[in-house]
Antibody
């Protein structure tokens, strides 16, 4: 069974950093592009970014709202994808979901981890 | 910036059919639209990919189609457990994006 488990969320002050992780099981994480999607309370889904698998260079793309502040990386040997969030803003407060990209859609999702940016 | 437009809400009674639309300028050009179901308090779940394909385990009450620049999700034989938010999604080489979401209320 494919499983994605996010961890590392929490309360952080504006301007600080936080790293959340996504651990995959039940599949070979290294064979897939992986993405992050966030959802503020009561709002819709917002794409954050994704990282290609190594066969496609392992490069990452980001939404304009987080570009130059967020970085996605992967450790395929540990089946983990990371989202490093720097210079956090109050508007980054959201549930952050990890998802497996199946070439045309987000085909598997984690349960999410809450990130709250507040002073 | 690609945009997908959905109605904020739709409703239907048990046993009826409802259709949720998703309109975007590139929808008609490619078969890239997917649909996600998100019941209250849960993570999203893929229910349709490439306009009209269902992943394994998704009931055939859920179907997708496309006409011109509008994709549609139809749920037939509406059940109470179908009450959820529904999102369409699409992608380009470098981006992924979602519609604003539609809240389905089962009356």
């Amino acid at each position: 069974e494919v499983q994605l488990v996010e961890s590392g969320g929490g309360l952080v002050q504006p301007g600080r950093s936080l790293r959340v992780s996504c651990t995959g099981s039940g599949f070979i994480l290294g064979d897939y592009a992986m993405g992050w999607v966030r959802q503020a309370k009561g709002k819709g889904l917002e794409w954050v970014g994704f990282i290609r698998h190594k066969g496609y260079g392992g490069t990452a793309e980001y939404a304009a709202a987080v570009k130059d502040r967020f970085t996605i990386s992967r450790d395929d040997s540990k089946s983990i994808v990371y989202l490093q969030m720097n210079s956090l803003k109050i508007e980054d407060t959201a549930e952050y979901y990890c998802s497996r990209w199946g070439s045309t859609s987000f085909e598997a999702w984690g349960q999410g981890t809450q990130v709250t940016v507040s002073s | 910036q690609s945009v997908l437009t959905q109605p904020p809400s739709v409703s239907g009674s048990p046993g009826q059919s409802v259709t949720i639309s998703c309109t975007g300028t590139d929808v008609g050009r490619y078969n890239r639209v997917s649909w996600y179901q998100q019941p209250p308090g849960t993570a999203p779940k893929l229910i349709i990919f490439e306009v009209s394909n269902r992943p394994s385990g998704v009931p055939d009450r859920f179907s997708g189609s496309k006409s011109g620049n509008t994709a549609s999700l139809t749920i037939s034989g509406l059940q109470s457990e179908d009450e959820a938010d529904y999102y369409c999604g699409s992608y380009t080489t470098d981006t992924r994006f979602f519609g604003g979401g539609t809240k389905l209320t089962v009356l």
